[in-house]
């Protein structure tokens, strides 16, 4: 099929957030690919230890905090109200994935905990693809290694910005804008 009958039968099709994005770099398409992947390796997560995939991303979120986190904050990185952070907890708690303790600056609030068990879990579960990474990475040289650590870096900084500079809930009554 050639580049305009294509073009022309996507015509008001839906595409991709990506499909329009400005740059056209393959480094750019390359890491757009990662971040795709990144998102179906959460459900292949969830899948490989039999949880639904909220749960799994609520343990990859409290696996990943340099802060302690309460039900709340949770609930705020998982976009779901209270309630259903407080559910989701209870359950997480119940299969014995997550504990409760005392904050560690602020006892009058509690902190969530990954068991032992669960991080055992989620690291065995995840073992294939980390030994795969880390054969990705082997075959770098050090100067490669370097620069894409730091190119790394420097894009996880752009979206974390990203993420820090989008409006709250208040401004969008909990529902995306359009």
Do not use: K, W
């Not at 708690?93 to 969530?112: I, K, Y």
């Not at 990954?114 to 990475?137: F, I, K, N, Q, W």
Request: net charge positive; hydrophobic share 40%.
């Amino acid at each position: 099929m050639d580049q305009v009958s294509s073009t022309s039968e996507r015509r008001g099709a839906r595409r991709g957030p990506y499909s329009e994005a400005p740059s056209t770099s393959e480094t750019a398409r390359a890491l757009r690919e990662v971040i795709r992947a990144a998102g179906d390796t959460r459900g292949a997560l969830a899948r490989r230890l039999g949880i639904g995939a909220t749960d799994a991303a609520a343990i990859d979120h409290l696996v990943s905090s340099p802060d302690a986190l309460g039900p709340v904050e949770l609930g705020n990185r998982l976009g779901i109200r209270s309630a259903s952070a407080t559910t989701l907890v209870d359950r997480l708690v119940r299969a014995g994935h997550v504990e409760r303790a005392p904050h560690p600056q602020d006892r009058r609030r509690v902190a969530l905990q990954v068991t032992d068990r669960a991080y055992d879990e989620v690291l065995e579960a995840l073992r294939p693809m980390l030994a795969g990474v880390e054969r990705a990475v082997a075959r770098l040289t050090p100067e490669q290694a370097a620069a894409t650590a730091g190119f790394l870096r420097e894009v996880a900084a752009v979206m974390r910005e990203y993420v820090a500079t989008a409006p709250d809930d208040s401004t969008t009554g909990g529902r995306p804008p359009r």
